[in-house]
């Protein structure tokens, strides 16, 4: 059974830093694109980035570029996401994903999604 | 950035009844389209992807339609679980983006 966990998460002052984690397993973690998406309280969804398989391609939503870090061991199974300069429109749950399929950086979407991790920003 | 654009906001339905629930991308993006379901304080889950292929143990009611730019997430016959909020996602291209969604209630 795939399996995705999430950790990290917490309550951070603006500007800030966090280092978000999800532990992967049930699948041969290095295969797969692997994703974060957000979701602010009350709110919809939003892709912030995502990591091919052996990390070398990297992307970014244009709201966290350049203040996020993705990144990947696929010794441990695990994904990053290193947050800083954080704002209070960072602030939601923050969802680890993996790509449907193996075979393609785009196109099938995130299936299964871990059970998130909460990023609260406040002074 | 490409746009999704969901529609209804909310839909109003009966339990046996059918609903069918609609989204817009402001490009083309040929088949790459992906539908989720979000039950509140859970995890989305992957209905669809490829604008109408069900993902794996995903109920013959839920059915996807369309390509290029308009699409559509159907609901044969819902169910007292079927009551969720629905997104819908562009995977053509970067940054992929979701729709608003659709919270579909009694």
């Known amino acids: 059974e795939v399996q995705l966990l999430e950790s990290g998460g917490g309550l951070v002052q603006p500007g800030g830093s966090l280092r978000l984690s999800c532990a992967a397993s049930?699948?041969?973690?290095?295969?797969?694109?692997m994703n974060w998406v957000r979701q602010a309280p009350g709110k919809g969804l939003e892709w912030v980035s995502s990591?091919?398989?052996?990390?070398?391609?990297?992307f970014y939503a244009d709201s966290v570029r350049g203040r996020f870090t993705i990144s990947r061991d696929n010794s441990k199974n695990t994904l990053y996401l290193q947050v800083n300069s954080l704002r209070a429109d960072d602030a939601a749950l923050y969802y680890c994903?993996?790509?449907?399929?193996?075979?393609?950086?785009?196109?099938?979407?995130?299936?299964?999604w871990g059970q998130g991790t909460l990023v609260t920003v406040s002074s | 950035e490409i746009v999704m654009t969901q529609s209804p906001a909310t839909l109003s339905v009966s339990p046996g009844e059918r609903a069918t629930l609609s989204c817009r991308a402001s490009q083309s993006i040929s088949s790459n389209l992906a539908w989720y379901q979000q039950k509140p304080g859970q995890a989305p889950r992957l209905l669809i992807y490829?604008?109408?292929t069900r993902a794996t143990g995903i109920p013959a009611r839920f059915s996807g339609s369309g390509s290029g730019t308009e699409f559509t997430l159907t609901i044969s016959s819902l169910q007292s679980e079927d009551f969720a909020v629905y997104y819908c996602q562009q995977c053509d291209n970067w940054p992929q983006t979701f729709g608003q969604g659709t919270k579909v209630e009694i």
């Open positions: 490829g604008a109408s």
């Open positions: 990591i091919s398989g052996s990390g070398g391609g990297i």
């Open positions: 994903a993996k790509a449907r399929s193996s075979t393609r950086l785009l196109g099938d979407g995130f299936d299964p």
């Open positions: 049930g699948f041969t973690f290095s295969d797969y694109v």
